[in-house]
């Protein structure tokens, strides 16, 4: 008796599909996609600033060994 009524609760279950869940998800997420592209921007921003100071600094980095060098030689 509980087998059958699990059984029949089993099969009257459906499992949704990724494109549902996707789609429920952007439905739900629609308000803030504006915002989420504005805070990759600014974050991709930020990031090749990071990446320009990282070089200035290996720059001024090899510049002062060059210096020590020279006063050393």
Same mark, same amino acid.
């Given at each position: 008796?509980?087998?059958?009524?699990?059984?029949d609760?089993?099969?009257?279950?459906?499992?949704?599909?990724?494109s549902?869940?996707?789609?429920?998800?952007?439905?739900?997420?629609?308000?803030?996609?504006?915002?989420?592209?504005?805070?990759?921007? $600014? %974050?991709?921003? &930020?990031?090749? /600033?990071? =990446?320009?100071?990282?070089? $200035? %600094?290996?720059? &001024?980095?090899? /510049?002062? =060994?060059?210096?020590?060098?020279?006063?050393?030689c």
């Amino acid at each position: 008796m509980v087998l059958s009524r699990v059984l029949d609760l089993i099969s009257s279950m459906t499992v949704s599909s990724v494109s549902e869940r996707k789609s429920d998800y952007s439905k739900k997420n629609s308000t803030n996609t504006c915002y989420q592209i504005d805070q990759q921007v $600014k %974050l991709m921003d &930020l990031q090749a /600033e990071v =990446d320009l100071l990282l070089l $200035k %600094l290996q720059q &001024l980095k090899q /510049e002062k =060994d060059v210096c020590t060098h020279e006063q050393s030689c």
